[in-house]
């Protein structure tokens, strides 16, 4: 008990022996202690210490980092070392000045920045591992060495600037950082297989055949043809955009297109011209036949034949058959004529229809099928109605062939779902069974309403055009009526003063057109009698006016100003 009263001390002074990373603080007051190491890092905050990664040195402050020992908990550690009541202090103390006892503080840093520090160092000291890879050097196929990868050990790096920036007893010698190699996927004796393989593949040509065409593949193409190993691969191949261009031109030669099934018509009677398959290049047997040809030594060994596979068509000849078009369902005539550029419009859009096919249920759009008439496609200026009034535009005389179409489906007793009258009466067209169109918003459309296809066909003479539609006969029954074309206003005039003319004298260049209006009544009935539609079309058509030339007005002569008479002086 005397004993330990002896070294018991003052519970306000740190006891003999204790020291705070390594400074001997013993005997020292808690608030001198904290003084004394809290100095020591103020003068060591802007020296750096040297550390080295890859051959490279990167000095770094404490201050950067916002390295700072906590002094104020490292002390009030070492003050619990010889701290308790009376006696008990004293044995206490008198352990730690026998054996001693060192605190380490714990450390404050600004994560941050720290992080930046560490991804700059591992960007400068980083290499990625480069694999083993073969390479052409001339007309030589050589191997590049691999090369092991280092990478910067992050977590145990960062621990290591900590505690050097935090230490207080620094040295002059640099810091090694801690470094990790990254081994390759890919070495040398990896490749040697290959690159056997690929001096093999370009010492003499290939010999391709397909029947009796044969190519011959020369060194140098073969060559680059040949995918040589890269990227963790190890195997030889034929690959590439080289490989790939190459392939895509042989197989434009090796193939040869299918044929669809097609119609053939004969008046009222239709045949299926059949199908023919056709061929086309495999592609990837093709690229492995010729790698294995290349690898084989000797002339008469590296040949290979060309593998193909059959391209099948869209429409087999069964398919076509079981579309059920073996007759004519209906067909209509117009005749046709004008200036040669309508001429050529009504040529060019019956060959845009023509060949049409119309599956059971599916509406055929007039616009739908041909398309914009443009330009671009050939149409041409020709008269056309435009608001009601006759002038040049392009397309002229597309409505021939609506026209045509309509009336084909009007006898056929097909369902009719949109159709729009001219502007104007046009005496050569069926009376109220004429069809406009103008894309994209005014169309022609009907719905194949029969259980089997329908196929479209048109043929153009020099001046009539004949559209038919085949299929299954359905005998279906049509019957029609037409109301009488009645004038519903009277004829305008316009009037235009002629100088040419004689003070009243008229001249009537156009007698114009009322505007007129007519019906078509159809009803059709299937093969047993059963009505299946009825259905009314109204038209109405806009007046033409009357065009009256009308020679100047005549002055009267008491319209003329009188001369007034001016008073004589007397004399």
């Excluded at 034929?238 to 261009?245: E, K, L, M, V, Y």
């Excluded at 003329?560 to 004399?571: A, E, M, N, S």
Aim: hydrophobic share 40%.
């Amino acid at each position: 008990m005397l004993l330990g009263l002896a070294f018991a001390g003052s519970a306000t002074t740190l006891a003999k022996g204790v020291s705070i990373d390594g400074v001997d603080v013993g005997g020292m007051t808690t608030k001198d202690a904290q003084a004394l190491l809290e100095k020591r890092t103020a003068l060591l905050a802007d020296r750096p210490v040297a550390f080295l990664a890859g051959g490279k040195r990167f000095p770094i402050r404490p201050k950067e980092l916002g390295v700072e020992p906590d002094w104020a908990q490292a002390v009030e550690v070492a003050r619990r070392q010889g701290d308790g009541f009376g006696p008990l202090r004293g044995f206490k103390r008198l352990d730690v000045q026998v054996f001693g006892a060192d605190v380490t503080p714990p450390t404050g840093v600004l994560s941050g920045a720290l992080q930046y520090k560490l991804r700059l160092i591992a960007a400068e000291v980083g290499r990625q591992p480069q694999d083993a890879r073969l390479v052409r050097r001339g007309g030589r196929i050589v191997v590049v060495p691999a090369r092991a990868g280092l990478v910067l050990d992050r977590s145990a790096a960062a621990k290591t600037i900590v505690h050097q920036l935090a230490q207080l007893d620094r040295t002059d010698e640099s810091i090694e950082l801690p470094l990790r190699r990254q081994a390759p996927r890919v070495v040398a004796a990896d490749l040697a297989r290959a690159a056997r393989q690929a001096r093999v593949a370009t010492s003499a040509p290939v010999r391709l055949t397909l029947g009796k065409t044969h190519w011959l593949l020369p060194r140098h193409r073969i060559a680059t043809l040949l995918q040589l190993p890269a990227d963790g691969r190890t195997k030889l191949a034929i690959a590439g955009p080289g490989a790939q261009s190459w392939l895509v031109k042989l197989g434009r030669r090796v193939a040869k297109s299918p044929r669809d099934a097609t119609f053939a018509v004969d008046g009222s009677h239709v045949t299926v011209v059949p199908s023919r398959p056709g061929t086309q290049l495999d592609v990837n047997a093709a690229t492995k036949a010729i790698l294995a040809a290349a690898l084989r030594t000797g002339a008469a060994r590296r040949v290979t034949a060309l593998p193909v596979e059959v391209a099948q068509p869209k429409r087999t000849t069964q398919a076509a058959r079981a579309m059920g078009i073996d007759g004519i369902v209906s067909s209509y005539t117009t005749e046709y004529g004008g200036i040669p550029n309508r001429i050529h419009n009504v040529q060019l859009v019956a060959h845009l229809i023509d060949g049409t096919l119309i599956a059971p249920g599916d509406t055929f759009s007039f616009n739908g099928t041909t398309g914009e008439r443009s330009a671009a496609k050939g149409f041409l200026e020709a008269p056309v109605i435009v608001n009601g009034e006759l002038t040049n535009g392009l397309g002229g005389g597309v409505c021939q062939v609506s026209t045509t179409v309509f009336n084909a489906a009007f006898e056929g007793g097909l369902k009719i779902t949109e159709r729009v009258n001219h502007a104007l009466y046009i005496s050569h067209y069926p009376q109220g069974r004429d069809a406009t169109v103008n894309y994209p918003d005014v169309d022609l459309k009907f719905v194949n309403d029969t259980p089997h296809w329908l196929l479209l066909r048109t043929f153009v003479g020099s001046y009539s055009l004949t559209v038919n539609l085949y299929g299954t006969p359905v005998h279906r029954r049509v019957e029609s009526s037409t109301s009488p074309l009645v004038t519903t206003g009277p004829i305008p005039v316009q009037k235009t003063v002629d100088p040419s003319l004689k003070p009243g004298e008229r001249v009537v260049d156009d007698p114009g057109v009322p505007p007129m209006s007519t019906s078509v009544t159809r009803d059709v009935f299937a093969a047993d009698g059963a009505q299946l539609d009825h259905d009314v079309w109204y038209s109405s058509y806009r007046a033409e006016p009357k065009l009256v030339r009308i020679g100047p007005a005549v002055i009267k002569d008491d319209a003329k100003p009188k001369k007034t008479r001016q008073p004589q002086p007397t004399p």
